[in-house]
Structures are given as structure tokens and as C-alpha cells.
């Protein structure tokens, strides 16, 4: 419900600060006075586009603000999706800068637009005598017949299914899609693939080959060069090693004459030590080198043919050319077994198809199960708010399954006696289209949690019985529904919890809108006004008195 509404900068309201009664609340005011400006605020938290030219003082922005109660609505799951901060009350605010630019906020959280339309939907649903277009919309129809015939539980399996059904139609359609692209590759993949396979690829060994390939193209020069350098060390005459064994005796003599030469004879020691480490394994590397023109022409033909594949595929490793092998024995695997897998998704999909027309039609039955009370319940209602001889049916046609079910429902009216009913859009006035759907929002009233209602002027040409029988039912659903109600009809006015008036103040140098809660006595010096006009007599304040009590 809405805790608070404040209005800044908007057209003719400089500043306004409403707090409605959690029951029903009644706004009256002089023509022009500002009800229909303060509507068009209400419609900005709603998500209705903004103009510049709202701006009182084009200097300054314009501010809307709404406060909501909002535990009772179930919208955890909306803020989750729509990332926003879930709090017991929410706080949308709207801002129009001088510039032109909107900005829109959701417990501090700016949002799109859309998703400010979205959530306004859900809290807040205003309601004036020329909304004609929602009532005949069918998906519309279909939720109010849900709501009356509490379906809830019926919907969701319904729903479920469509899902799982869409899932597996989607699943099936793009398996079919990809069968019949994989088939017109088919051949040339099964040749690319035999391509790969036949070089049997070993991860890692590009670079082992490249690297044997290096040395057998290099051999004798290797071992000329092993040679020349073990030659070095190991001549008999003019080694290095020879000379290197002096040197170690010489060190050891030094050490016993001084022991602070012990740090570098150890020093020397392991340099030695390392010099016939790296001898031992140069003789190993010179006795591993072969001189083998066969091997080599083995490798090149190997590593030619790895090259070619790599700048056919566009790549530069053996390891993703064992991806692209691997990827297409998976195409050719799928071809060759796709009767297989088209037949198993082609089941599943017709058996999701079945279990989802099964529960499409346990749903359309408990839908037309209610029809019969929801057409007499309407008529009874509409009765009572003038029109005596109304006639409502509904009708029911199978359509091709969508979310809301497979079938789809028209609401057919009749206002006169004698005619037969026809599609609301077809037969209804406006006013008649108002007072139905007041009707209809009474009827369900006690069966879904709607949002604030906001009645704007619904009683415009009625009086008498049928206004008192209008009050009475909004005092029926304000005892479980907030109510907000734009009325020029004293009676009707009378019977709120609160009431506010919205007048023009014109003691500054611009005309402006103000509102204000009235006490007891301005309520009933109102309400004769509204009776008698500006000048009320004592018996318009008596009557004005009597409407109050009564």
C-alpha cells in the first residue's frame, strides 16, 4: 500500500505531502484545482514518460515520491531479478531535471523504465472512467477468470509443463538443425578426420622432433666439435685435466702452509668437480650422436606433414590439432548415431507436449468450471450500479498453447434488454466499461492481493442509489485493500476515512496547487459546498452533517 506520496515542482504543485488511510481515502477539489496534476505524478512512479515542460520552476527538478508497503505482494523474486535491494518498504522516486533528463529509482537503485512499469503495475493501478482498454484485453480476462476460480496451483503445473515443453521442442528443433548441417559437412569431415587420425599426434611431440631434428641435421659437426673440446681437456701431453691435477696439488700444499686458503681450494675443488661432470656427459652426448640420414628423412616427413595440417587447420601447435580431431570424431560420432539421438529427443519432446496438453486441459476445465458464478456474481453486481438489465457470458475457445494456457476467453456484454452480448469493445460505453470493471475489481477484491486501487472520478454520471451501492462496495474492499478515490459526489465523499481537498493558491506570484487533509467541521463544510455551491445554507450543512453520520 501506499505509506506516502510527495510531489515537487509539477506543473502547478510546488510542493505536496500526501498519506492516505490504510482503508479508504477520498479526494475532492474545485475544477482545475490540481486531482488530474497530481495523477500525472502518480503516473510518473508508474513509469509514464516525462516532459520538461511538467517543471513548475524550470530552474529546478522535479521530485516524485512514493512509499510502499509492499510484505504483502510476494516481489522478493522480482527485486532478485531485477537486482535490487528487497526491503518490507520500498521507496520509488522519480526525478526530472531541467535539462529534460528522467531518472528513476528504486530504493536508491536507478532502474530502466521498463522496469519501473513493471513493479509500478504491482503496486499501484489507477482506475478512471476512460480505462476502457484493459478490460478487453484477453490475457486480462483469463487472469481475472484465474483469480475467481483460484487456479493458482492448476496454472503453475500448466506452466511448468509449457516450459519443460518449450525446453524440449527447442532442444529437438536444434538438434534436427545441427543434424542437418552436420550431414551436408558429413563426408568432409569424416575426411579430415581420417586426415589426423592417420598421423597418430603425440602430445608434446612437435618440439621433441624439431629438437632430434636439429642434431641428426648437425651430427658430424657435433661430434667434431665434442671431440675438439674432450681433446682440450684429456691430450696427454697439453690437457687441460693435466694441468687442472697440478693445480689441485699445488691448492692442497697451500692449504697446510695457510688455512685461510681452505675456502678457496674448496672453491677450486668444486669447479673441478663440475669441469669432469661436464666431460663425463659431453662423451655420453658424443656416443648418442649418430650420423643417421634415414632417421632424419623419417622426421622431416613426420614434421612436414604436421606443418601442412597445422596451415590447413589455421594453427600452430599438435595440440590443437588433437582439439580439432577430437571435436570432429564428435560431429562424426553425432551423424553416425543421429537417428539414434533425433529419436530420443523426438520422444521426449512429444511426451513433455503430451504431459503439458494434459495439464492445459485439466486448467481449461477448472477455469469453465467457474464461469456460471462468475457471470451471475457480475450480473448481480452490475445490477446494483445501474445497469438492471446486463447480461455477462463467457466464452471459451482451445488456442496454440502459450504461457497463460491453451485456451483463451472473451467476455461478452450486454447493457439493454432484448440484445444479445457481444465483445465488450464492441457494445460498451465508457461508463458502462467503468462501473464493470469496479465490479469486477470488487469481485476480487477478497480472492488476490491488489494493489492500491485509485479511482479517478468513476462516479461521473451516476447519482443517488447507485453511488451510495459504489461507496458501499469501496468500503467493502478499503477493509482489506487500500482505496484512493477522486470523487465529486458529496455522498461518495462522505463515506472515507480521510479527506483530502485540493485547491489553487493564488498569494504568491504563481498560481499553485496545494492539498490538505480536512478535520471534521472543514469535512462537512465541504461536503455542502459540493451540495449547494459556494455559499451553502444551513440545511446543506445539515445534510452535509447527516452524509457524514450516516
Given at each position: 500500500m501506499?505509506?506516502?506520496?510527495?510531489?515537487s515542482n509539477y506543473?502547478l504543485?510546488d510542493?505536496l505531502?500526501?498519506?492516505?488511510?490504510?482503508g479508504l481515502?477520498?479526494?475532492?477539489?474545485?475544477t482545475?484545482?490540481?486531482?488530474s496534476?497530481?495523477l500525472?505524478?502518480?503516473g510518473l512512479?508508474?513509469g509514464n514518460?516525462?516532459?520538461?515542460?511538467?517543471l513548475?520552476?524550470?530552474d529546478?527538478?522535479?521530485v516524485?515520491?512514493?512509499v510502499?508497503?509492499?510484505s504483502d505482494?510476494?516481489l522478493?523474486e522480482?527485486f532478485?531479478?531485477?537486482?535490487?535491494?528487497?526491503?518490507?518498504q520500498c521507496?520509488?522516486r522519480?526525478?526530472i531535471?531541467?535539462?529534460?533528463?528522467?531518472?528513476?529509482?528504486?530504493?536508491?537503485t536507478?532502474?530502466l523504465?521498463?522496469v519501473?512499469?513493471?513493479?509500478?503495475v504491482?503496486l499501484?493501478d489507477?482506475?478512471?472512467?476512460?480505462?476502457?482498454?484493459l478490460?478487453g484485453?484477453?490475457?486480462?480476462?483469463?487472469g481475472l477468470?484465474?483469480?475467481?476460480?483460484?487456479t493458482?496451483a492448476?496454472l503453475k503445473?500448466?506452466?511448468d509443463?509449457f516450459?519443460?515443453?518449450?525446453?524440449?521442442?527447442?532442444s529437438?528443433e536444434?538438434?534436427?538443425?545441427?543434424?542437418?548441417?552436420?550431414q551436408?559437412e558429413?563426408?568432409?569431415?569424416?575426411y579430415?578426420?581420417?586426415?589426423?587420425?592417420a598421423l597418430i599426434l603425440?602430445?608434446?611431440e612437435?618440439?621433441e622432433l624439431?629438437?632430434h631434428?636439429e642434431v641428426?641435421?648437425?651430427?658430424?659437426?657435433?661430434?667434431?666439435?665434442i671431440?675438439?673440446i674432450l681433446?682440450?681437456?684429456?691430450?696427454?701431453?697439453?690437457?687441460a685435466n693435466?694441468?687442472l691435477?697440478?693445480?689441485?696439488?699445488?691448492?692442497?700444499?697451500?692449504?697446510r702452509l695457510?688455512?685461510?686458503?681452505?675456502?678457496?681450494r674448496?672453491?677450486f675443488q668444486s669447479?673441478?668437480i663440475?669441469?669432469?661432470d661436464?666431460?663425463?656427459?659431453?662423451s655420453d652426448?658424443?656416443?648418442k650422436?649418430e650420423?643417421?640420414f634415414?632417421?632424419?628423412?623419417?622426421i622431416?616427413?613426420?614434421?612436414?606433414?604436421?606443418?601442412q595440417?597445422?596451415?590447413?587447420?589455421?594453427?600452430?601447435?599438435?595440440e590443437d590439432?588433437m582439439?580439432?580431431?577430437?571435436e570432429?570424431a564428435?560431429?562424426v560420432?553425432?551423424?553416425q548415431n543421429?537417428?539414434?539421438?533425433?529419436g530420443?529427443?523426438?520422444?521426449?519432446?512429444l511426451a513433455s507436449e503430451s504431459?503439458?496438453?494434459?495439464?492445459g486441459k485439466k486448467?481449461?476445465?477448472?477455469?469453465k468450471?467457474c464461469?456460471e458464478?462468475?457471470?451471475?456474481?457480475?450480473?448481480d453486481?452490475?445490477?446494483?450500479?445501474g445497469?438492471?438489465?446486463?447480461?455477462?457470458r463467457?466464452?471459451s475457445r482451445e488456442?496454440?498453447?502459450s504461457?497463460s494456457?491453451i485456451d483463451?476467453v472473451d467476455?461478452l456484454f450486454?447493457a439493454?434488454k432484448g440484445?444479445q452480448?457481444?465483445?465488450l469493445k464492441?457494445?460498451a460505453s465508457?461508463?458502462?466499461f467503468?462501473?464493470?470493471l469496479?465490479?469486477?475489481k470488487?469481485l476480487m477484491?477478497?480472492?488476490m492481493?491488489?494493489p492500491?486501487l485509485i479511482f479517478?472520478e468513476?462516479?461521473t454520471g451516476i447519482?443517488g442509489?447507485v453511488?451510495l451501492q459504489?461507496v458501499t462496495?469501496?468500503r467493502?474492499?478499503s477493509?482489506n485493500?487500500?482505496v484512493?478515490c477522486?470523487t465529486h459526489?458529496p455522498?461518495?465523499a462522505?463515506k472515507?476515512?480521510?479527506?483530502f481537498?485540493?485547491?489553487?493558491?493564488?498569494s504568491?506570484?504563481?498560481?499553485?496547487s496545494?492539498?490538505?487533509?480536512?478535520?471534521?467541521?472543514?469535512?462537512?463544510?465541504?461536503?455542502?459546498?459540493?451540495?449547494a455551491?459556494?455559499?451553502p445554507?444551513?440545511?446543506?450543512?445539515?445534510s452535509?452533517?447527516e452524509?457524514?453520520?450516516g
Amino acid at each position: 500500500m501506499l505509506k506516502s506520496l510527495t510531489i515537487s515542482n509539477y506543473a502547478l504543485i510546488d510542493q505536496l505531502n500526501l498519506v492516505p488511510s490504510e482503508g479508504l481515502s477520498m479526494i475532492t477539489g474545485e475544477t482545475g484545482a490540481g486531482k488530474s496534476i497530481m495523477l500525472g505524478a502518480v503516473g510518473l512512479l508508474l513509469g509514464n514518460r516525462a516532459e520538461t515542460k511538467v517543471l513548475l520552476d524550470e530552474d529546478k527538478k522535479c521530485v516524485v515520491e512514493g512509499v510502499f508497503e509492499v510484505s504483502d505482494y510476494g516481489l522478493q523474486e522480482f527485486f532478485a531479478e531485477n537486482e535490487l535491494d528487497y526491503e518490507q518498504q520500498c521507496i520509488i522516486r522519480r526525478e526530472i531535471s531541467p535539462g529534460g533528463k528522467s531518472r528513476s529509482f528504486v530504493n536508491d537503485t536507478p532502474v530502466l523504465l521498463d522496469v519501473l512499469k513493471q513493479l509500478g503495475v504491482k503496486l499501484m493501478d489507477v482506475h478512471s472512467q476512460h480505462d476502457t482498454l484493459l478490460l478487453g484485453d484477453g490475457v486480462f480476462q483469463l487472469g481475472l477468470v484465474d483469480a475467481f476460480a483460484r487456479t493458482q496451483a492448476d496454472l503453475k503445473a500448466y506452466q511448468d509443463a509449457f516450459k519443460a515443453y518449450k525446453r524440449a521442442k527447442k532442444s529437438w528443433e536444434e538438434l534436427k538443425q545441427k543434424a542437418s548441417e552436420l550431414q551436408k559437412e558429413s563426408d568432409f569431415n569424416q575426411y579430415l578426420l581420417e586426415e589426423l587420425s592417420a598421423l597418430i599426434l603425440v602430445e608434446g611431440e612437435q618440439a621433441e622432433l624439431e629438437s632430434h631434428q636439429e642434431v641428426l641435421e648437425n651430427a658430424e659437426e657435433i661430434k667434431l666439435k665434442i671431440n675438439e673440446i674432450l681433446s682440450i681437456f684429456q691430450d696427454e701431453q697439453f690437457g687441460a685435466n693435466n694441468a687442472l691435477g697440478q693445480a689441485q696439488q699445488i691448492f692442497g700444499s697451500l692449504e697446510r702452509l695457510a688455512h685461510k686458503f681452505s675456502g678457496l681450494r674448496e672453491r677450486f675443488q668444486s669447479v673441478f668437480i663440475e669441469l669432469k661432470d661436464i666431460q663425463d656427459t659431453l662423451s655420453d652426448e658424443e656416443s648418442k650422436v649418430e650420423v643417421d640420414f634415414g632417421k632424419l628423412e623419417e622426421i622431416r616427413i613426420r614434421l612436414s606433414k604436421i606443418y601442412q595440417l597445422q596451415k590447413k587447420h589455421g594453427v600452430n601447435t599438435v595440440e590443437d590439432l588433437m582439439q580439432i580431431e577430437k571435436e570432429l570424431a564428435e560431429k562424426v560420432f553425432l551423424v553416425q548415431n543421429l537417428d539414434e539421438q533425433l529419436g530420443l529427443s523426438e520422444k521426449e519432446f512429444l511426451a513433455s507436449e503430451s504431459k503439458m496438453m494434459a495439464a492445459g486441459k485439466k486448467l481449461s476445465a477448472a477455469r469453465k468450471s467457474c464461469f456460471e458464478l462468475f457471470e451471475k456474481s457480475l450480473e448481480d453486481l452490475i445490477k446494483g450500479l445501474g445497469m438492471e438489465n446486463a447480461k455477462i457470458r463467457i466464452e471459451s475457445r482451445e488456442v496454440k498453447p502459450s504461457e497463460s494456457g491453451i485456451d483463451e476467453v472473451d467476455f461478452l456484454f450486454s447493457a439493454n434488454k432484448g440484445s444479445q452480448p457481444q465483445a465488450l469493445k464492441k457494445v460498451a460505453s465508457g461508463g458502462e466499461f467503468s462501473r464493470l470493471l469496479f465490479a469486477i475489481k470488487y469481485l476480487m477484491a477478497d480472492k488476490m492481493a491488489l494493489p492500491t486501487l485509485i479511482f479517478d472520478e468513476i462516479d461521473t454520471g451516476i447519482s443517488g442509489e447507485v453511488a451510495l451501492q459504489m461507496v458501499t462496495m469501496m468500503r467493502e474492499i478499503s477493509k482489506n485493500h487500500q482505496v484512493i478515490c477522486i470523487t465529486h459526489l458529496p455522498q461518495v465523499a462522505a463515506k472515507g476515512e480521510k479527506h483530502f481537498f485540493v485547491f489553487k493558491d493564488h498569494s504568491s506570484e504563481k498560481t499553485i496547487s496545494k492539498i490538505k487533509q480536512l478535520s471534521l467541521d472543514e469535512r462537512a463544510e465541504e461536503l455542502a459546498k459540493m451540495i449547494a455551491g459556494a455559499n451553502p445554507s444551513a440545511s446543506a450543512l445539515a445534510s452535509a452533517w447527516e452524509l457524514l453520520k450516516g
